[in-house]
């Protein structure tokens, strides 16, 4: 008699607007149900590179559209952890806007996670997932936050950030983030929240038992 195939990955998806405390939610649920039995694919990595652009062009990139991301590879790096396959995520640099040379190995694993603003916008991606979250976080909060955040950690300026937030971050995100929280099977409000993070856990737990 042949060996028992191993059950296919449990893959969730992690979507919200920016700041809302997607990574947050998502290295607590890592933690949880333990890194080594988790592949990450972090959506932010998975933006397109634009080297024929000059840097002041990059700076002024809708990021927060769809067509800003690498929705092909994102798709084939999905599929091939799908099927045990390990892959090269890529790696971006938000102070220059540009793929960085280095890539970094998933491997593959029981549970794989995607996380991004648009986690939940591809119908290809959404079809493979086994549980849909979103993390809903009020504006204010997210503005904030992300503030904070771009400043300490993007290099970017306070006159930068109110510009980009109010040109397109803040009209995408009603265009095409919000609008996936139809799709979520969760919504975690206030980010990352201990009842809901646990309750998540336990679902995934129930669900590889
Ligand atoms: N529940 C929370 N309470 C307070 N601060 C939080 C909470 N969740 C996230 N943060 C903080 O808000 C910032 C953005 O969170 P992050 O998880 O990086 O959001 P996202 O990945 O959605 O952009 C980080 O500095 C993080 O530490
Ligand atoms: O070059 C870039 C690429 C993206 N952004 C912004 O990043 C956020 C998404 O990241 P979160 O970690 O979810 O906040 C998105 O809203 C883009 O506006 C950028 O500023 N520059």
């Not at 991301?69 to 599929?79: I, V």
């Not at 603003?117 to 504006?139: N, P, Q, S, Y």
């Not at 009842?195 to 998540?200: H, K």
Request: no cysteine; aromatic share 6%.
């Amino acid at each position: 008699m042949s060996p028992a195939l191993p059950p296919p990955p449990f893959i969730i998806g992690i979507a919200g607007g920016s700041g809302s405390g997607k990574s947050t939610v998502t290295r607590r649920l890592v933690e949880a149900i333990g890194p080594e039995h988790v592949a990450l694919l972090v959506q932010d990595n998975y933006y397109r590179d634009q080297p024929q652009l000059s840097a002041a062009q990059r700076s002024q990139t809708n990021y927060d559209h769809p067509d800003a991301f690498d929705w092909a590879l994102l798709r084939e790096h999905l599929a091939a952890l799908d099927q045990g396959r390990p892959v090269a995520m890529p790696h971006y640099d938000f102070a220059t806007h540009r793929r960085a040379d280095h890539s970094q190995t998933v491997a593959a694993a029981p549970v794989i996670v995607l996380e991004g603003i648009l986690a939940l916008h591809d119908a290809a991606l959404r079809e493979r997932m086994a549980l849909k979250l979103f993390v809903d976080t009020d504006g204010d909060i997210r503005f904030i936050r992300r503030l904070e955040r771009d400043i300490a950690e993007r290099g970017r300026t306070l006159q930068q950030v109110v510009a980009q937030y109010l040109a397109t971050v803040r009209p995408m995100h009603q265009q095409f983030v919000e609008p996936t929280r139809r799709f979520a099977d969760v919504i975690l409000p206030h980010g990352a929240n201990d009842p809901a993070l646990e309750l998540v856990a336990a679902r995934v737990a129930a669900a590889r038992r």
